[in-house]
């Protein structure tokens, strides 16, 4: 019960984190002097986030619906 809600909550963050590292990458967010600002790899570590994000969040849900 407790556990599935915590577990979605925890892929959310994770997504969102994932979301803004991606954007920051495109030089759609963030300072212009940030180290992550325009750089191609946080392209791609944020897509690899969004998607542990979401394997996350179906595991809280799964957990959430068995109890």
Known sequence: MKGGK??????????IFG???HLQGQSIVGPESSFMY???DW????IQMI?????????????????
């Open 6 to 15: 915590t577990i979605g909550i925890i892929g959310i963050i994770i997504i």
């Open 19 to 21: 979301l803004i590292f």
């Open 38 to 40: 325009s750089n191609p």
């Open 43 to 46: 392209i791609t570590y944020g």
């Open 51 to 67: 998607a542990g994000g979401i394997i996350v969040l179906i595991a809280g849900i799964i957990i959430f619906k068995k109890n």
